[in-house]
Nanobody
Framework: QVQLVESGGGLVQPGGSLRLSCSAS????????MGWYRQAPGKQRELVAT???????YHADSVKGRFTITRDNAKDTLYLEMNSLKPEDTAVYFC??????????WGQGTQVTVSS
């Protein structure tokens, strides 16, 4: 069973930075895609960024230029570098992965709070 474990969330002031990590129990190179979603209180879960097996990345317009998705295959870890954080970035951030047969896997989420 694939397990994804996020870490790196916390409280940060507006304009600050955080780096989220998502560690997988197996080789992340086996996934066809990985990415990050977030869910703010009272809102639907929304896509933040994705990365394909081939390294193609997508970032939502709301985070483009501020957030960057990367991965380290040797460490089986996906990252989300978040800079210039805004209060509206406050949410629980979830890591997800999709395998070659279409199964999706989710982490438990990590809270990011942007507040002064």
């Amino acid at each position: 069973q694939v397990q994804l474990v996020e870490s790196g969330g916390g409280l940060v002031q507006p304009g600050g930075s955080l780096r989220l990590s998502c560690s997988a129990s197996g080789s992340i190179f086996s996934f066809t895609a990985m990415g990050w979603y977030r869910q703010a209180p009272g809102k639907q879960r929304e896509l933040v960024a994705t990365m394909s097996k081939g390294g193609y990345t997508y970032h939502a317009d709301s985070v483009k230029g501020r957030f960057t998705i990367t991965r380290d295959n040797a460490k089986d870890t996906l990252y989300l570098e978040m800079n210039s954080l805004k209060p509206e970035d406050t949410a629980v951030y979830f890591c997800y992965a999709r395998d070659a047969v279409g199964n999706s896997y989710w982490g438990q989420g990590t809270q990011v709070t942007v507040s002064s």
